[in-house]
């Protein structure tokens, strides 16, 4: 059970306790303990005084704070219910709405296929095109429970039978080049 602390006594905590710290882990496998001394606290007192502060804060307005953890390491967050999703906008006739969720649930499905054999992944792959072409130049949608995402990279190549012939390491540039790769991306919204 989640709750928060209706006292948090801070008087101890001095910018002076900012030293050397022991820091003590205990492996859960084998219960090896290991202890090092490090330079100084990985998260000095003072910040640990303003956190303590703002769940005060927080606490006595019954209401959460903002999560600490931006962009792409959220996935990693212990608290993901501290997040605000995005709203997708979905400006899409209802017809091509449809045909997205039909298209993103038989992607979700041939994706556990996938994983039995090499015809999955080439129809997946087809399915994944055409809902690029259907969500015309967009570059998210989300339907009925599927968040559809375009993904745009850039690929360096090799081409291996130029080099084989020419293994000349100062002339490597001249194999070089680059690939652009587009594909969705769905992901299974949980609890939708």
């Known amino acids: 059970m989640y709750g928060w602390a209706d006292h948090m006594p801070t008087g101890g905590l001095s910018s002076s306790w900012d030293q050397p710290a022991l820091y003590v882990v205990k492996r859960r496998d084998d219960g090896l303990i290991d202890i090092k001394t490090i330079p100084h606290p990985p998260i000095s007192f003072q910040d640990i005084r303003k956190k303590l502060v703002q769940v005060y804060q927080h606490r006595k307005a019954k209401t959460l704070p903002d999560c600490d953890i931006t962009g792409n390491e959220q996935y990693w967050c212990p608290f993901p219910f501290l ?87 100062a002339d490597l540039a001249k194999y070089q080049g680059t690939n652009h790769v587009e594909y969705a991306k769905v992901t299974k919204r949980k609890g939708r």
Request: aromatic fraction near 2%; glycine fraction near 6%; avoid cysteine.
């Open 83 to 169: 997040h605000e999703e995005e709203v997708v906008d979905m400006d899409l006739p209802d017809e091509t709405i449809l045909a997205l969720e039909e298209l993103a649930k038989k992607y979700d499905e041939m994706r556990e296929v996938q994983k039995l054999g090499e015809i999955a992944g080439k129809e997946k792959s087809a399915i994944g095109k055409e809902m690029l072409e259907l969500m015309d130049g967009r570059d998210k949608a989300e339907i009925a429970g599927f968040r559809i995402v375009r993904v745009k990279q850039v690929r360096e190549t090799t081409d291996m039978a130029l080099l084989k012939s020419d293994m000349e390491p």
